[in-house]
């Protein structure tokens, strides 16, 4: 096998997100056909999805295999990406569907699932598109945005938040109600992972 195709291969298996998941830090396939191919996109994926990650998209993906036979409708796709706290449109759902051959009213089996996750997971990057909002929020580009205008924002565009909510926001982030809000200091403190105790 060429290594062209090992690295423009088909898309990832199951075995390819649990490869660095189960073994830390080793790096080394052994035998078999596909482990050149496993070893060289694995860490990579398990980047994105540990196997505790792997574990909870199983759990959900079983709830919409209704027959049992380790696979889900592709109308159901986007409910259970949504479940699992992606945000893919019904147009990117249906990209995703087209990447792999799947019918609008076909199957996808769990590995499939979990390589749609990781492209959709990977695309979904909260710091950039909260910068792009504050950008757009500052048109002379100062690079901060005041206080007063992103209460304004946060109550009044998209999914609003309420006063009580932006208050407790502002208090995590050590803003204030009058102050200047610099985007990476603020992106850097929102988009921070809560501690898992």
Do not use: W
């Not at 830090?25 to 070893?39: D, L, M, T």
Request: hydrophobic share 35%; charged share 30%; with cysteine.
């Amino acid at each position: 096998m060429a290594a062209a195709d090992l690295l423009l291969g088909p898309p990832p298996s199951l075995a390819d997100f649990r490869l660095e998941a189960g073994r830390k830090g080793n790096r080394e396939g052994g035998s078999g056909s596909s482990e050149p191919r496993v070893a060289a996109r694995g860490p990579a994926m398990a980047k994105f999805l540990s196997q505790d990650q792997i574990n909870e998209y199983k759990e959900c993906f079983s709830l919409y295999d209704q027959q049992q036979r380790g696979k889900i409708k592709a109308p159901d796709l986007l409910v259970v990406m949504r479940c699992l706290g992606a945000s893919p449109t019904p147009g990117e759902v249906q990209r995703h569907l087209q990447t792999h051959g799947i019918e609008r009213n076909g199957e996808l089996d769990f590995s499939t699932f979990l390589t749609i996750m990781h492209m959709q997971i990977k695309q979904e990057d909260p710091k950039k598109e909260i910068l792009l909002a504050m950008l757009m929020a500052d048109k002379e580009k100062k690079g901060y945005i005041m206080a007063s205008e992103l209460r304004s924002k946060l109550t009044k565009l998209g999914e609003k938040l309420t006063h009580k909510e932006v208050d407790e926001l502002f208090r995590e982030a050590n803003i204030e109600p009058n102050g200047k809000v610099k985007y990476d200091e603020f992106i850097h403190k929102i988009t921070i992972p809560v501690q898992d105790y």
